[in-house]
């Protein structure tokens, strides 16, 4: 995969508008309802349609509460 795509961390703000280290993103996005700011890019190469979503911005609109120390319970429906 990694020959076929671009990976790379995604830009992340906390309510204050500082930016988020990536190393910090599962302590302090754990929990968070984020806004994720997307854009398409559609254009042709060889005959192919090629699609690049591209994720611009990742905020956190409000804190994140504490998160739960115990796993989730399964529930049968």
Known sequence: MLDSHCVTP???YDTK???IAPNDYRSKLM???VRATISLNIGTSAGKTLMQPTLRV???PKDPG???SSPKKCTRT
Request: net charge positive; no cysteine; proline share 7%.
């Open 58 to 60: 990742l905020v956190a």
């Open 10 to 12: 995604l830009p992340a």
């Open 31 to 33: 929990g968070a309802i």
């Open 17 to 19: 508008g500082n930016i």
């Open 66 to 68: 504490k998160a739960s």
